[in-house]
């Protein structure tokens, strides 16, 4: 049920709470002085997505936090725990908080196949008006969500992207994420103005939206800037990583870079044409330049020059062809692609 088809009849972006102005990281109650809802929130329910991932240590605070937030605002939570193929006792925690909690539901997946996946996953699964995506490691304070639902019952927009106040991340995270908001200005057309994260709300709509697209390879900020109007940011508060260390590695930024410019743009291939076409246009020029100097100064090697001349035009011409081609290929495999984007292999909770 979408927010606007409320029955109730209310108008419609790697523990506990924290925020800066209340000066603790630790805070609860402080959340919704911080903070104030509009009445009209209490009309919803609201469902948050965990993808989770050997975070043993720290799952169980950042959903025991959702709890007791969402409790003192007097807010219908359901919190949904994808495990994505962890190797540590992540899923027995998140098991036996769903056994005791009947706001929680956790499913396991059959293996790792990655965030945006199992964010997938969860969102698919969830029932809320609103839904939030949130990381499994603390480092989003549960009360920093309450500004996500005020924001964006107050607006009535379809995505609003927390913007961090001071993001507690690696000099690499911060390189990868620099280079992938430059993609997405350019692959979905994502505004100057408007930050992405991965800790964000959206109507039900929106995730209806997200949830029929048919592709093999989900991207949940560009498929929610896709199947979104209104956007709008908020600035939250970011934790530092109590425990451990970011999951994020070079291979994984390149991962998730691959994917949105070979699933989602055709600016490889294009490049490709275009080389392959300045190939055949410089071929052409440098046999022009051989058969000119052959016809003033010959040459001593009888068929060097036709040869030469063959070659580069045949393969700056094969270059242009198989990219042609590849690009007809790709847009027909991402409308026939039937690979599973993850398997479920329980669920407990529901």
């Known amino acids: 049920m979408s927010p606007a088809s409320s029955t109730d009849g209310s108008s ?33 329910t609201y469902s948050v ?38 190797v540590d006792r992540s899923w027995e925690v998140i098991r036996q908080l769903a056994d005791e909690h009947g706001e929680v539901v956790a499913i396991d997946l059959l293996r790792n196949y990655g965030q945006h996946n199992a964010n997938l996953a969860g969102l698919r699964e969830a029932t809320g008006d609103y839904l939030i995506t949130m990381d499994d ?3 989003n304070p549960p009360g920093e969500a309450l500004k996500l639902i005020a924001a964006i019952v107050e607006r009535d927009d379809d995505v609003v992207f927390g913007r961090f106040d ?6 690499l995270r911060r390189v990868g994420s620099a280079m992938i908001s430059q993609i997405n200005r350019r692959v979905f057309g994502q505004p100057d103005d408007l930050v992405v994260s991965n800790f964000r709300i959206m109507t039900s709509a929106v995730a209806q939206r997200i949830s029929a697209a048919q592709t093999s390879f989900p991207y949940i900020t560009g498929q929610a800037l896709l199947a979104s109007r209104r956007r709008s940011n908020v600035e939250v508060h970011h934790k530092s990583r109590a425990i451990g260390e970011s999951n994020y590695t070079v291979r994984r930024i390149l991962s998730l870079v691959l994917r949105i410019l070979f699933s989602y743009s055709p600016a ?7 080389a392959g076409l300045a190939t055949s246009f ?3 020029a440098l046999g022009v330049g051989v058969i000119g100097h052959k016809l003033i100064s010959g040459t001593s090697v009888p068929g060097w020059a036709s040869m030469m001349v063959a070659l580069a035009f045949t393969n700056g011409m094969t270059v242009l062809i198989v990219s042609m ?18 398997v479920i292999s329980r669920t407990v909770g529901r």
Do not use: H, M, W
């Open 12 to 44: 419609n972006e790697p523990d506990v709470a924290g925020s800066d102005t209340a000066g603790s990281d630790t805070d609860g109650a402080l959340v919704n002085e911080v903070t104030p809802l509009p009445e009209a929130t209490a009309g919803f």
């Open 49 to 86: 997505i965990i993808p989770v991932f050997n975070s043993e240590d720290l799952v169980a605070n950042v959903i025991e936090g959702l709890l007791r937030t969402f409790d003192e605002a007097g807010l219908n939570l359901e919190v949904v725990c994808v495990n994505d193929g962890s």
């Open 137 to 139: 490691d603390g480092q």
């Open 166 to 171: 001071s993001k507690k991340a690696s000099g």
């Open 268 to 274: 490889p291939l294009r490049l490709a044409s275009a």
């Open 282 to 284: 410089i071929a052409f």
């Open 325 to 342: 081609i590849g690009e007809y290929t790709v847009r027909v495999l991402q409308q026939v692609s039937s690979t599973p984007t993850y």
